[in-house]
């Protein structure tokens, strides 16, 4: 069987801690941030746990992860 390819956009956007779970970036820190809040930015900055429901998929993408 042939080795499977990384999804290479998948890769840049999901990291895997130690204990196995996927971190991601949060949405909506980009552009037009003059509107938000301090507060609001502050916590786009960090990242966040992946969803249970969205783990399954990010293994397809990821099969070496």
């Given amino acids: 069987m042939p ?3 990384t999804k290479r956009a ?3 956007r999901f990291k895997v801690t130690g204990t196995g779970k ?3 970036r949060k949405a909506y820190a980009s552009h037009i941030l003059t ?3 301090s507060k609001r930015k502050r916590n ?3 990242s966040a746990l992946l969803d ?3 783990t399954k998929q990010v293994e397809r993408l990821l099969p070496y992860m």
């Fill in 3 to 5: 080795k499977l390819k």
């Fill in 10 to 12: 998948a890769a840049k």
């Fill in 22 to 24: 996927v971190v991601r």
């Fill in 35 to 37: 509107k938000k809040a």
């Fill in 44 to 46: 786009l900055r960090k």
């Fill in 52 to 54: 249970s429901t969205n």
